[in-house]
């Protein structure tokens, strides 16, 4: 059974996912996510966030510089086929269809 933390963790991964997708050249910034998943409702501090992203990047959906002050993440092939629901993870929430 899933608890809320769970829920609210893989939705997280996907939300940044989806955001980068939308992005130009698939890039942003920690700071700019966080906001963004805050507009969206999925309610997130900046922790949170860079520890989703360390995730993502450990298994391949995103890269970024560890050593950088500043996180800029861009989302690799994988994470946009996530995003785009081509393909699936179980730690991160499916995308329901567009409209």
Not at 28 to 39: F, K, Q, R, Y
Request: aromatic content about 6%; charged content about 25%.
């Amino acid at each position: 059974m899933s608890t809320y933390n769970d829920t609210l963790r893989k939705h997280r991964r996907l939300a940044i996912l989806r955001h980068l997708e939308a992005c130009s050249e698939y890039t942003s910034n920690a700071s700019i996510l966080t906001d963004i998943l805050n507009g969206v409702g999925v309610i997130s501090t900046r922790s949170q966030v860079v520890t989703d992203l360390s995730w993502l990047k450990e298994n391949g959906f995103v890269s970024y510089d560890d050593r950088a002050e500043f996180i800029v993440v861009e989302a690799t092939n994988a994470g946009i086929e996530i995003a785009r629901g081509l393909s699936s993870h179980p730690e991160i929430q499916r995308p329901r269809p567009r409209a």
